[in-house]
């Protein structure tokens, strides 16, 4: 009976190549068991048919960072109700227009940057890679970000010069930002420093009510045409 072996050693045994670019084939999903994308070196095989698919690289893994269009009543972070949830194969964006290959591996370990409110909706960053964690960790407070707001009421008697004149919200400055009328019941900031509370803060200020906040960008990221509920990756050479 034949013995089994890691799927990584197989790999070798059938291309030549060197350990270390069979683990990485493998872990770069390019290896097929039987038909079936396995990621695992250490998986075990013994009669399988293993390939490698076309145009296999040996490159290294890199991270994942996935862009989640978050629907309004989901947890940014842990919560009953988790937007992490929904990072799921079936639910990434038809037209991703990253190029990436889905891989199992890339749902594991990830961790929301810059999350929103339960109440809010829009893009929202989930990643594998600390350095982007730690960038907008660090950079969070001079990245602009752009939101949809929308409001209730009648604007106050030059409530518009006191919103765009400068104000402040717990006890600090608010740095300056735009705002814009979309429509009679929707006003888009483009505002840095965003904290819990502070696009409410501004519309309450000018005798305004925010019924519903969405983000459109965070720095030079963008939800595009990406539907409610859905997900993309971030390419490589796409920065915040």
């Not at 990621?39 to 994942?64: F, I, K, S």
């Not at 960008?217 to 409610?228: A, D, E, N, Q």
């Amino acid at each position: 009976m034949t013995e089994p072996v890691r799927l990584a050693r197989r790999v070798v045994e059938i291309t030549g190549c060197t350990r270390s670019e069979a683990e990485r084939y493998v872990q770069g999903g390019w290896v097929t068991v039987d038909g079936v994308v396995v990621e695992a070196p250490q998986h075990p095989v013994t009669v399988e048919n293993v390939a490698l698919l076309p145009d296999a690289r040996p490159d290294p893994a890199e991270p994942a960072t996935m862009l989640l269009h978050k629907p309004a009543g989901y947890d940014p972070a842990a919560g009953t109700n988790p937007a992490e949830a929904l990072l799921v194969p079936a639910n990434r964006w038809a037209d991703d227009p990253s190029g990436w290959r889905l891989l199992q591996r890339h749902f594991p370990r990830l961790q929301p940057a810059m999350p929103l409110p339960v109440e809010a909706s829009g893009l929202m960053v989930f990643s594998q890679d600390g350095r982007v964690l730690q960038k907008l960790k660090q950079d969070g407070e001079r990245i602009e970000q752009e939101f949809n707001v929308e409001v209730e009421g009648e604007l106050a008697p030059y409530g518009w010069k006191r919103l765009t004149g400068g104000t402040t919200f717990q006890g600090w400055p608010v740095a300056p930002f735009r705002v814009s009328w979309q429509s009679e019941q929707r006003l888009r900031f483009a505002i840095k420093g965003v904290r819990p509370g502070l696009l409410e803060h501004l519309c309450a200020e000018v005798g305004l009510k925010a019924t519903a906040v969405h983000r459109l960008r965070i720095g030079r990221v963008g939800l595009s045409k990406m539907p409610v509920g859905q997900w993309r990756y971030l390419p490589v050479l796409e920065r915040f």
